[in-house]
């Protein structure tokens, strides 16, 4: 199935005068087969390059969410995959949940630093508690990203964060505006007014949604999907590509995003 493109256009106070920037985000790519194979990765990575984008931003769970398939695809593999993305501003990675919580495939053993290798090699910039600043002719912006939030597992206290937000914010050092990438939403609630967009996936939008009722799992009701403003903040949260749980979606297909950012009152 080719994705669905969900556009966006956020003017969130604060952005800086006269910059508007077009991003392209992918997230929850669930590499495995026969359900995201390395040449379905290619296919939207091929997209996601025709939206034009000025900047491209990878929402994280790479592994595979689910043990219904008849192999992995090998972070070799899906990297090689993603290797065509282009973009004048580059490409930036968060991780996500299952590329903490195991390898390529649930009962596979691996971990963060096979996904790490696999972006590094086609010289994607990971941010883990990391921000870096962004010049576009002259006008800049700050791109930060969390570790992921439910990092940890553990029998006693179950999951554990590697994240850092405070951390995070104090390596922004001037008032230049900040997108913020998080593969959970449920920073958001902790995200203060100094972000401008906070970009997120994780939910699959709820994945599964049954007409009358709703998603039936969601990890968070308050920001399942969607473009959400909370005072002077704002969250988008992709529906994602993949799957996790069952290889199986309904009311919420697989999505690429085309997010245009700009100052308010500018005509885009």
């Known amino acids: 199935m080719t994705p669905a493109v969900r556009r966006y256009v956020v003017t969130p106070p604060g952005w800086t005068p006269g910059l508007t920037l077009r991003i392209g985000v992918i997230a929850d790519i669930h590499?495995?087969?026969?359900?995201?194979?390395?040449?379905?990765?290619?296919?939207?990575?091929?997209?996601?390059?025709?939206l034009d984008?000025?900047?491209?931003?990878?929402?994280?769970?790479f592994n595979a969410?689910?043990?219904?398939?008849?192999?992995p695809v090998m972070p070799a593999a899906w990297a090689d995959a993603l290797s065509v993305l282009r973009a004048p501003l580059g490409t930036y990675a968060i991780l996500g949940n299952h590329d903490?919580?195991?390898?390529?495939?649930?009962?596979?053993?691996?971990?963060?630093?096979?996904?790490?290798?696999?972006l590094r090699a086609i010289d994607v910039r990971l941010l883990e508690n990391d921000a870096v600043l962004v010049d576009r002719g002259g006008k800049r912006f700050w791109l930060a990203g969390l570790?992921?939030?439910?990092?940890?597992?553990?029998?006693?206290?179950?999951?554990?964060?590697?994240?850092d937000l405070?951390?995070?914010?104090?390596?922004?050092?001037?008032?230049?505006?900040?997108?913020?990438?998080?593969?959970?939403?449920?920073?958001f609630a902790r995200m203060p007014d100094r972000v401008s967009l906070t970009l997120s996936g994780h939910t699959h939008g709820g994945q599964i949604i049954v007409p009358g009722i709703g998603p039936i799992v969601t990890p968070s009701r308050r920001y399942n999907y969607g473009h959400i403003v909370e005072g002077q903040r704002h969250l988008i949260v992709s529906g994602g590509l993949g799957e996790s749980?069952?290889?199986?979606?309904?009311?919420?297909?697989?999505?690429?995003?085309?997010?245009?950012?700009?100052?308010p009152g500018l005509t885009v």
């Open 245 to 263: 749980g069952i290889p199986a979606r309904l009311g919420v297909p697989p999505e690429l995003l085309h997010i245009t950012v700009s100052s």
């Open 166 to 187: 405070p951390g995070t914010l104090k390596l922004i050092r001037d008032d230049a505006p900040v997108i913020m990438l998080a593969h959970e939403p449920y920073a």
């Open 100 to 118: 903490w919580w195991h390898g390529p495939v649930p009962g596979m053993k691996g971990g963060p630093e096979e996904v790490r290798r696999a």
């Open 31 to 50: 590499a495995c087969e026969p359900w995201m194979s390395a040449e379905r990765i290619r296919a939207i990575a091929d997209q996601c390059n025709a």
């Open 53 to 61: 984008p000025d900047l491209i931003l990878l929402l994280g769970d």
């Open 65 to 71: 969410g689910h043990r219904f398939v008849s192999g």
């Open 147 to 163: 570790a992921d939030q439910i990092a940890y597992q553990t029998a006693s206290q179950g999951h554990k964060g590697a994240d």
